[in-house]
């Protein structure tokens, strides 16, 4: 069992060697569905604050980026990704550690199994459901500034979605190859965009402290507590793609797109927008937007259609690992 899950490791067949480039590879498939959270994540759990005022503003800027560094950094890319079966990450390979499968009826592997198979269920839910609703909101845009396109949405949507699927077979790295370049582009661009903002006002720096997360939701109020946090978890949505694709990159490349990448940009990107907001709370209405210039918020409503597109891969690459392991271990029937 071990042997096969072993020769299922995609890193060893046509996954560059370099981590640069591995972790280049990786942006394009990995990040794209953190990548694109900035767009909706701040401004909904501001909006679940309430009243916008200064402590609010640093309360939720401080919340999110923490959960960045507590829950994606520390959880997925430091701890979890230690725990992998022969190269291989996710739930089932951690089932596959447990011998599940084989385990006496009544027994806590069992349960274990049943538990993870109702996690994994949850991650082919969370793959049908994301890539139609992140590209069709994208492509939704259209009919802002062109009602007469609205006809046209839904074709485009589909024509996309299908092309998407199709390249597939192409295989991970022929996906990576052109989406990581894509992807390194939109971090660099967010993260230029959250620079411009802290300028405005660097009193922002100061939620990097985490007790402005804890106050803020002391304070609160249990209800308003609970919705912002809610909303503000939509910023590392996607992070799980990090354990269930380590089987194509492999722990390093991984790592070091996040770090070197993901994590700055998205953490500089959540303070610029915050900035914005202390400066001018009315930008509550489309923050990351109005972080660009005037004559950008056209080019970067196509770009972010693009990335959204992307991050569809995400889960869909997350949800190739899962088959390609639970019919490994023999919870799904060989397949091609």
């Known amino acids: 069992?071990?042997?096969?899950?072993?020769?299922?490791?995609?890193?060893?067949?046509?996954?560059?060697?370099?981590?640069?480039?591995?972790?280049?590879?990786?942006?394009?498939?990995?990040?794209?569905?953190?990548?694109?959270?900035?767009?909706?994540?701040?401004?909904?759990?501001?909006?679940?604050?309430?009243?916008?005022?200064?402590?609010?503003?640093?309360?939720?800027?401080?919340?999110?980026?923490?959960?960045?560094?507590?829950?994606?950094?520390?959880?997925?890319?430091?701890?979890?990704?230690?725990?992998?079966?022969?190269?291989?990450?996710?739930?089932?390979?951690?089932?596959?550690?447990?011998?599940?499968r084989h385990a006496p009826s009544g027994s806590w592997r069992a349960f274990l199994l049943i538990v993870g198979l109702i996690g994994a269920a949850l991650l082919y839910g969370d793959g049908v459901i994301t890539p139609a609703i992140s590209v069709l909101s994208a492509v939704e845009g259209l009919k802002l500034d062109a009602p007469r396109l609205t006809p046209v949405v839904v074709p485009i949507s589909v024509a996309i979605l299908v092309g998407l699927f199709l390249v597939q077979r192409k295989g991970t790295t022929f996906i990576g190859r052109i989406f990581g370049p894509v992807m390194l582009f939109w971090f660099v661009a967010i993260g230029v965009l959250g620079l411009g903002g802290i300028a405005r006002s660097p009193v922002i720096l100061d939620a990097l402290s985490p007790h402005h997360a804890l106050v803020y939701l002391v304070h609160a109020g249990p209800g308003v507590a609970f919705a912002v946090l809610g909303a503000a978890f939509l910023a590392v949505t996607g992070g799980e793609a990090m354990y269930a694709d380590m089987g194509h990159f492999g722990r390093l490349p991984i790592r070091l797109g996040w770090f070197a990448v993901a994590l700055p940009a998205l953490a500089l990107n959540y303070l610029g927008q915050g900035a914005l907001m202390l400066a001018n709370p009315k930008g509550i209405e489309n923050p990351f937007y109005l972080l660009a210039p005037g004559w950008a918020h056209y080019p970067m409503v196509v770009f972010a259609t693009l990335a959204t597109i992307i991050a569809s891969q995400a889960i869909i690459s997350g949800a190739f690992s899962l088959t390609q392991q639970a019919i490994q271990l023999g919870f799904l029937p060989r397949m091609r």
Not at 81 to 94: C, F, K, P, T
């Open 1 to 100: 069992m071990a042997r096969t899950l072993q020769a299922a490791a995609l890193p060893s067949v046509g996954v560059p060697r370099l981590p640069a480039v591995a972790a280049l590879t990786a942006l394009g498939v990995v990040y794209g569905d953190i990548g694109t959270s900035p767009l909706y994540a701040f401004k909904q759990a501001a909006q679940a604050g309430g009243a916008i005022s200064p402590e609010t503003v640093m309360g939720i800027v401080s919340l999110i980026v923490w959960a960045l560094i507590l829950i994606v950094s520390l959880k997925y890319a430091i701890l979890i990704m230690r725990a992998d079966n022969h190269g291989e990450g996710g739930i089932v390979a951690l089932l596959a550690l447990l011998d599940a």
